[in-house]
């Protein structure tokens, strides 16, 4: 990969994730009512979330806007991956920092009464554990091509596995915030949840992935 592409490519990753970061604070810190001191973890890890998210989302949709007629956000087979590693990445960022503060004072609506998990809390968790080890997966085969892999790595570049994905990633999203996004009196500084952003463009994703991949199978190209 030549040097002006790498700049590009790191370019596009650090707005993402400095315009994460900067609504997570915004939003919590600034017009909302969580201390600063939550920062370091409780914040970063919302904005770090939310970063993953549109990363993946970007990197499983340019291959679909552009059969959707949108060839300037066609960045090649390069930038798929190295957003799409970036997304991983940053995903494991999140998991680890959400182990780190998961307890009912952080994440209430996933415990019940006896702190065991709540109907919400493993819904949630088995979801985003389901998506998170799929993209592992996905990622792994395509850094590890060797023989006896075409009919796996056939599989995951399919559109139902693409789709699947991007179903759990939207299901992990619901249960994470859905009692709140109809409630705008409950948002922190009156701003949407990152929760909702983040599933509006999970579902985004999603949309474009079913007509775009359809495209191609009947020949639009």
Not at 43 to 57: D, E, M, P, R, Y
Not at 61 to 90: A, D, H
Not at 173 to 178: A, Q, V
């Amino acid at each position: 990969m030549i040097k002006s592409e790498q700049r590009k490519y790191i370019k596009i990753i650090w707005t993402i994730f400095g315009i994460s970061m900067g609504y997570a604070v915004l939003r919590y810190n600034v017009v909302g009512t969580v201390a600063w001191k939550d920062l370091p973890i409780f914040i970063l890890n919302k904005g770090v979330s939310l970063a993953a998210i549109v990363l993946l989302a970007f990197s499983f949709s340019i291959r679909p806007l552009t059969n959707l007629g949108m060839p300037y956000l066609n960045l090649g087979l390069e930038s798929r991956k190295v957003l799409g590693i970036s997304g991983l990445l940053l995903t494991i960022f999140h998991v680890l920092l959400s182990f780190l503060i998961f307890n009912p004072q952080y994440y209430p609506k996933f415990f019940a009464g006896d702190d065991s998990l709540s109907i919400i809390g493993n819904f949630s968790l088995l979801s985003g554990m389901a998506s998170f080890m799929i993209l592992g997966i996905y990622h792994w085969c395509f850094n590890n091509r060797s023989r006896g892999k075409e009919m796996l790595i056939e599989i995951i570049t399919s559109k139902k596995f693409l789709l699947g994905l991007l179903f759990l990633l939207g299901i992990h999203l619901f249960f994470m915030g859905y009692s709140t996004w109809s409630t705008p009196a409950k948002w922190q500084g009156g701003l949407p949840p990152i929760s909702l952003i983040s599933f509006v463009v999970v579902l985004f994703g999603f949309v474009v992935n079913v007509l775009g991949r359809a495209s191609v199978r009947k020949g639009v190209n």
